[in-house]
């Protein structure tokens, strides 16, 4: 296979595959009060305790100026906090309230409770197939990357 169909074959299952992530996500954050951005801001965040504007614009895929205005939103419903850095007072650094953590657990609740009846069909060695092929996917993307 050729870098361009690799290419196209990958968009295309990222694509779908995002979809389906988001349109069964966006059902039940919707009902937060939150966006998807906002809902991925705050996973990050749970994942990385504390994060700089400019790691969860890289996070995102996003403009730090973007990242920035997401978090302002996020700190007026009371879900994160956004401080300057002490030592470099032009880092903003941004992490989860105690509202925030408790809002991703909401979440997290409300959607195993919709969802793991339906992944009961599938194996653990399912799951791990999975797992190892977007591992894979990850050595062959990384390995592209590094040799530009």
């Given at each position: 296979?050729?870098?361009?169909?690799?290419?196209?074959?990958?968009w295309d299952l990222l694509r779908t595959i995002s979809?389906?992530?988001?349109?069964?996500?966006?059902?039940?954050?919707?009902?937060?009060?939150?966006?998807?951005?906002?809902?991925?801001?705050?996973?990050?965040?749970?994942?990385?305790?504390?994060?700089?504007?400019?790691?969860?614009?890289?996070?995102?895929?996003?403009?730090?100026?973007?990242?920035?205005?997401?978090?302002?939103?996020?700190?007026?419903?009371?879900?994160?906090?956004?401080?300057?850095?002490?030592?470099?007072?032009?880092?903003?650094?941004?992490?989860?309230?105690?509202?925030?953590?408790?809002?991703?657990?909401?979440?997290?609740?409300?959607?195993?409770?919709?969802?793991?009846?339906?992944?009961?069909?599938?194996?653990?060695?399912?799951?791990?197939?999975?797992?190892?092929?977007?591992?894979?996917?990850?050595?062959?993307?990384?390995?592209?990357?590094?040799?530009?």
């Amino acid at each position: 296979m050729d870098i361009i169909e690799f290419n196209h074959r990958i968009w295309d299952l990222l694509r779908t595959i995002s979809h389906g992530i988001d349109s069964t996500l966006r059902v039940i954050v919707d009902g937060f009060g939150i966006t998807m951005v906002q809902m991925r801001i705050l996973v990050e965040l749970k994942h990385h305790e504390q994060s700089t504007i400019g790691e969860l614009g890289d996070a995102m895929g996003s403009a730090p100026g973007n990242a920035s205005a997401m978090c302002k939103v996020l700190e007026s419903k009371g879900l994160v906090t956004r401080t300057r850095n002490p030592e470099d007072e032009r880092i903003v650094l941004v992490s989860l309230t105690d509202q925030g953590k408790d809002l991703l657990q909401e979440i997290e609740k409300k959607l195993s409770a919709k969802c793991d009846h339906l992944l009961a069909e599938y194996s653990d060695a399912d799951f791990q197939q999975i797992i190892d092929g977007m591992s894979k996917l990850n050595e062959v993307v990384t390995s592209l990357y590094r040799a530009f």
